[in-house]
């Protein structure tokens, strides 16, 4: 009897852990690619290893009542030896937050995509590899320096509402969009998306404010739309975005060259699957900068993937950046969820580049 009693209390004993973290939930991604650049500003030769926002994380959720649940979610990116030596990259920690979600809908606080990024995100055919839409999207000031569009904030708190007939909204706040806590550079970001059977259709807005410098403007924007549209194997979408105030500059300094104004972007794609297989392309430009020539670019892509399980699919991916002569200084793959980025030559502007990539995704 007494050794029944004791196996009884050592099982109870192991399994109490599992109860406690049943709704826990360990996932990740492995995304690795071999990439072939070329263009202007590339050897022929020039190859590398990728590991595209590979990741590992951990998420749950937790009953408090019958209407209101704690939620929390850990990810950090994962490097597959592609970036550098294999293994958790601890600057680059992603979506990360806590909150409470119910009928009312959820509310989380932590690091996190905005809702305008989720714009692009939903639709963008070539996500984390070499024809990424960012390479665009996430925009070229003139001159070389970057917009912050596209991006993951720390200090970000957000709502999101219960679907209501594939309606659904998200608003965030971001406190501060630099590393120094002083709320000198805040952010507001917000999105409104609708699905119903196979058309979906985003749109989303983002201000960033930052504190007063004498003669500019102390704060930019932007808003994009997005829509899809899936019938059998056939898959379309289109997006645009426009920008105001590239460089915080004011109108009359734009028009005195320099480097500010409105810019816009769009682009199309289209998908076919059959089988395992699907073949996909999609054509994205940037306008010039007003009033200053030759600051435009244009990406197209084109892409192949099979699925070899549920898991995990194998691709083949080429894309060009054809930058206008003078000033672009866009780049395939820059500052995207590809690992690996054509080179941005600042003292030689307005040089094409171009990738071929052979890659494999794994989903846990």
């Keep these: 009897m007494k050794k029944h009693i004791i196996a009884m209390a050592v099982a109870a004993a192991v399994a109490a852990p ?64 592609g970036d550098n030596a294999a293994g958790l990259k601890s600057s680059d920690t992603r979506n990360t937050f806590i909150g409470f979600t119910g009928n009312w809908g959820t509310m989380y606080a932590g690091a996190h995509d905005t809702p305008f990024k989720d714009v692009r995100g939903k639709y963008d055919l070539f996500g984390d590899t070499v024809g990424d839409a960012r390479s665009i ?135 076919y699957s059959f089988g395992k297989s699907m073949v996909k392309a999609h054509y994205f430009q940037a306008s010039e900068v007003d009033s200053v020539a030759d600051s435009g670019a244009d990406l197209w892509a084109i892409g192949y993937d099979y699925k070899l399980s549920k898991q995990t699919k194998i691709y083949a991916a080429y894309a060009a950046m054809s930058n206008e002569s003078g000033i672009g200084s866009y780049a395939v793959g820059y500052k995207t969820g590809h690992g690996e980025s054509a080179a941005v030559d600042t003292a030689d502007l307005g040089n094409d580049n171009n990738a071929f990539s052979l890659g494999l995704v794994h989903k846990f």
């Design 137 to 271: 999207l996430r925009g070229r000031s003139v001159g070389g320096s970057d917009n912050n569009w596209d991006q993951r904030y720390n200090n970000t708190v957000a709502y999101i509402t219960p679907d209501v007939g594939g309606l659904q909204a998200t608003v965030a706040y971001v406190s501060d969009t630099k590393t120094n806590i002083n709320n000198d550079s805040d952010a507001v970001s917000a999105n409104v998306a609708y699905e119903v059977g196979g058309f979906g259709i985003i749109a989303g807005y983002e201000k960033h404010n930052r504190s007063e410098v004498a003669g500019e403007e102390d704060s930019q924007s932007a808003y994009r739309v997005a829509a899809q549209y899936k019938m059998g194997g056939f898959k379309v979408m289109g997006l645009y975005q426009g920008v105001e105030n590239v460089n915080y500059m004011t109108e009359a300094q734009a028009a005195a060259g320099a480097y500010g104004g409105e810019m816009d972007m769009w682009g199309a794609g289209a998908a």
């Design 18 to 81: 599992a109860a406690a973290i049943a709704d826990t939930t360990l996932y990740g991604k492995i995304h690795a690619s071999y990439d072939f650049w070329g263009g202007d500003v590339a050897d022929n030769a020039d190859y590398s290893l990728a590991s595209n926002s590979s990741r590992i994380g951990i998420k749950g959720k937790e009953a408090i009542t019958e209407n209101l649940s704690l939620i929390y979610q850990w990810e950090n990116e994962l490097d597959w030896g």
